[in-house]
């Protein structure tokens, strides 16, 4: 697959919730370790009502309408930190694609880039505080040399991908600076950031339905 259509974004979100409601008691666990335990339940949420709205729009709403709904009915659905986090990526990623028919290399990195800016801004969050930012900061780049290089969808994904990981990896050994991790400072060096390993998911079912 070298492009994502309307109909494609529809049928992504559909991973996604099939994705985060496998994940659920997972997530849960690990956010329970530093944070207070509704991460998988959040997630799960926010993707199960984002997947019934934009399957309700239609291909015919367009890949801007699409993300905007979704990223609408998540604010409303999941209000917490990361349900509000995550609703704020994609309402800026439908900003920065909007008039886009589909959504090839090039559109995937102006995406990410969208969704990461717009965490961080809204987070009031930087690399290396132990956050989602830690993982969609290194695929926003990843993607963005990739559309440099010329690379078709699949293989940019796949090097985000592997970057989010190393993102992923990389925040076991770093200091949690929001949130209630925050309270336990040195006691979360060690852990992989929860929010973060949201991000690699996401990253993670993308590549996959690309790719096949």
């Not at 989602?132 to 695929?139: C, G, Q, R």
């Not at 990843?142 to 290089?149: D, R």
Request: hydrophobic letters at 50%; proline letters at 1%; charged letters at 25%.
């Amino acid at each position: 697959m070298n492009q994502i259509s309307a109909s494609d974004l529809i049928r992504l979100f559909d991973d996604w919730k099939a994705l985060f409601a496998k994940e659920r008691d997972f997530l849960i666990s690990l956010d329970g370790k530093v944070g207070d335990s509704d991460l998988g339940i959040t997630m799960s949420k926010a993707f199960a009502a984002a997947a019934e709205t934009v399957a309700a729009e239609g291909e015919a709403s367009g890949i801007s309408k699409l993300l905007r709904s979704a990223g609408a009915i998540m604010a409303r659905t999941a209000p917490s930190t990361m349900g509000t986090l995550t609703a704020t990526g994609f309402l800026r990623a439908s900003k920065a694609l909007d008039g886009a028919a589909s959504i090839s290399t090039a559109e995937m990195a102006t995406f990410w880039r969208a969704f990461r800016d717009g965490i961080a801004e809204r987070g009031k969050a930087k690399v290396g505080d132990k956050t989602l930012l830690d993982v969609l900061d290194p695929v926003a780049r990843a993607l963005e040399e990739a559309n440099a290089a010329g690379e078709p969808l699949g293989e940019a994904l796949s090097a985000a991908l592997a970057a989010a990981e190393g993102g992923l990896e990389d925040t076991k050994a770093m200091v949690a600076q929001h949130g209630k991790a925050a309270a336990f400072q040195e006691k979360t060096v060690g852990l992989q950031d929860a929010g973060a390993t949201v991000g690699v998911l996401l990253i993670s079912a993308m590549t996959e339905f690309v790719n096949g």
